[in-house]
């Protein structure tokens, strides 16, 4: 995944990507939200309602396409 970004308001928000390959999300936003994924193939996957918890694998019903 090179991308992960939130719904917002006003739109998409890309969050800030770690040099150690996390997402971080300062202030809490894209919690229970719609978040949207971007593979290195720029395919991209919308996951709505997803509540996200450190620490923990949230499976989800997508999948990207095989390349």
Avoid: K
Avoid at 2 to 10: A, I, K, P, Q
Avoid at 41 to 50: A, D, K, P, S
């Amino acid at each position: 995944m090179t991308r992960l970004e939130v719904r917002t308001g006003s739109g998409w928000r890309q969050l800030p990507r770690t040099s150690y390959h996390y997402f971080i999300s300062a202030d809490g936003s894209g919690c229970g939200s719609t978040i949207r994924v971007t593979d290195i193939y720029r395919e991209q996957l919308t996951v709505r309602g997803i509540a996200l918890r450190p620490n923990a694998v949230r499976p989800t019903q997508v999948q990207f396409a095989r390349h």
